[in-house]
């Protein structure tokens, strides 16, 4: 019987622990957190076994995995405490958003040889472990950042794991990992926020602004809503590659704003156009920069015939479908199944009947 251990049970590590609970019922679970509240109600929903007084506490050296799902700081803290208790077999990883800073103090600390960053790219605006659940991972890619001392066979064991939580496993350098992420998680964040926070600015005291933002406008600022704790953290952790990353986006910003003072209609055109072709190469893409989408986001368990029932469901009413997909990357979609229609009546009925076969279903807001 394989024991578990956390430190944190946010909406991540408790997704963790309800996904090991159903693919690992005889395991066993121990965690301690920041909030003993947290811990305890974990406790009587039978989520986990014990309750652990810190990260040093002797019953960490039993586990074959300890789970790092604290704040990035908050883990590296606890590094110390844990290295006094961690067995030679046990694998140590953590889910956070920057991997350098965690991958140097294991470095410093002589705990290299356990090490595997984890970062899995599932999740939401929402926090906590009452919004976890037992499949938040399925087709989620969960990015792996070995380090250099750690064995394959370590390696393979976590990879493992990764697969039996149906994600999708992918090993990177925690370099290659944390430049990657400044270009498609954290700069999408500060700009979104500072376009936000451009409009709050400009408003005028009636906020017409406001008002009538809404389409395009919510879709590309939605994440502004994440945590500002959170997003504090990654931005200082991750300072040096997001502004590597930023510079060639105001570099695009400075050189559009020029052309167009300049009446230079054809390298806007241009601009659009390559930047429309690529992102519809994505694996799931809209139609135009900021057109209004009809999407949903449905939450389903990756079973034979799940997406076959939905699609079957919605063409027996009638409702044409513009597009359907798996989201692979869920770190900012409710979802495992994003379905988008051609108009919003299909989209509203689409939504009840969903609802009426018991499937949660959020929308594109």
């Given at each position: 019987m394989n024991t578990y251990g956390f430190f944190g049970l946010g909406l991540i590590g408790g997704s963790l622990a309800k996904n090991l609970r159903k693919i690992e019922p005889s395991c066993r679970i121990i965690a301690?957190?920041?909030?003993?509240?947290?811990?305890?109600?974990?406790?009587?929903?039978?989520?986990?076994?014990?309750?652990?007084?810190?990260?040093?506490?002797?019953?960490?050296?039993?586990?074959?995995?300890?789970?790092?799902?604290?704040?990035?700081?908050?883990?590296i803290e606890a590094l110390p405490a844990i290295r006094k208790v961690l067995s030679a077999d046990c694998i140590l990883t953590d889910v956070g958003s920057v991997k350098s800073?965690?991958?140097?103090?294991?470095?410093?600390?002589?705990?290299?040889?356990?090490?595997?960053?984890?970062?899995?790219?599932a999740?939401?605006?929402?926090?906590?472990?009452?919004?976890?659940?037992?499949h938040l991972f399925e087709?989620?890619?969960?990015?792996?950042?070995?380090?250099?001392?750690?064995?394959?066979?370590?390696?393979?064991?976590c990879r493992n794991f990764t697969l039996k939580l149906k994600a999708l496993p992918l090993v990177l350098d925690q370099d290659q990992h944390d430049f990657i992420t400044a270009a498609i998680s954290h700069l999408p964040h500060v700009v979104a926020a500072s376009l936000v926070n451009t409009v709050h600015d400009l408003d005028s005291e009636e906020e017409y602004m406001k008002t009538i933002a809404a389409g395009g406008f919510r879709d590309?600022?939605?994440?502004?809503?994440?945590?500002?704790?959170?997003?504090?953290?990654?931005?200082?952790?991750?300072?040096t590659n997001i502004s590597r990353v930023m510079d060639t986006f105001l570099d695009h910003m400075i050189q559009?704003?020029?052309?167009?003072?300049?009446?230079?209609?054809?390298?806007?055109?241009?601009?659009?156009?390559?930047?429309?072709?690529?992102?519809?190469?994505?694996?799931?893409?809209?139609?135009?920069?900021?057109?209004?989408?009809?999407r949903i986001y449905c939450d389903i368990i990756d079973e034979s015939g799940a997406i076959a029932t939905i699609a079957t469901v919605l063409a027996v009413n009638g409702i044409s479908i513009k597009n359907i997909s798996i989201i692979h990357n869920r770190s900012y979609e409710q979802g495992a199944l994003a379905i988008e229609f051609y108009e919003e009546d299909p989209m509203r009925k689409a939504i009840a009947l969903l609802r009426h076969h018991r499937y949660t279903v959020w929308e594109n807001d």
């Amino acid at each position: 019987m394989n024991t578990y251990g956390f430190f944190g049970l946010g909406l991540i590590g408790g997704s963790l622990a309800k996904n090991l609970r159903k693919i690992e019922p005889s395991c066993r679970i121990i965690a301690c957190s920041r909030s003993y509240e947290t811990c305890r109600n974990a406790l009587n929903q039978g989520l986990i076994d014990d309750v652990c007084s810190g990260p040093g506490d002797p019953a960490f050296s039993e586990c074959s995995m300890i789970f790092l799902c604290a704040p990035a700081e908050t883990n590296i803290e606890a590094l110390p405490a844990i290295r006094k208790v961690l067995s030679a077999d046990c694998i140590l990883t953590d889910v956070g958003s920057v991997k350098s800073p965690i991958h140097k103090a294991v470095e410093e600390l002589g705990l290299a040889g356990q090490f595997i960053g984890g970062h899995p790219m599932a999740g939401s605006e929402k926090s906590g472990i009452v919004h976890a659940t037992d499949h938040l991972f399925e087709n989620a890619y969960y990015i792996l950042t070995p380090t250099a001392e750690v064995s394959a066979l370590k390696l393979e064991r976590c990879r493992n794991f990764t697969l039996k939580l149906k994600a999708l496993p992918l090993v990177l350098d925690q370099d290659q990992h944390d430049f990657i992420t400044a270009a498609i998680s954290h700069l999408p964040h500060v700009v979104a926020a500072s376009l936000v926070n451009t409009v709050h600015d400009l408003d005028s005291e009636e906020e017409y602004m406001k008002t009538i933002a809404a389409g395009g406008f919510r879709d590309l600022t939605r994440i502004a809503s994440s945590s500002p704790q959170m997003w504090e953290s990654i931005c200082v952790e991750n300072n040096t590659n997001i502004s590597r990353v930023m510079d060639t986006f105001l570099d695009h910003m400075i050189q559009a704003r020029d052309r167009m003072c300049a009446g230079d209609g054809g390298y806007i055109n241009k601009m659009f156009e390559q930047s429309r072709d690529y992102r519809n190469s994505f694996s799931f893409a809209s139609h135009g920069p900021v057109k209004k989408s009809y999407r949903i986001y449905c939450d389903i368990i990756d079973e034979s015939g799940a997406i076959a029932t939905i699609a079957t469901v919605l063409a027996v009413n009638g409702i044409s479908i513009k597009n359907i997909s798996i989201i692979h990357n869920r770190s900012y979609e409710q979802g495992a199944l994003a379905i988008e229609f051609y108009e919003e009546d299909p989209m509203r009925k689409a939504i009840a009947l969903l609802r009426h076969h018991r499937y949660t279903v959020w929308e594109n807001d």
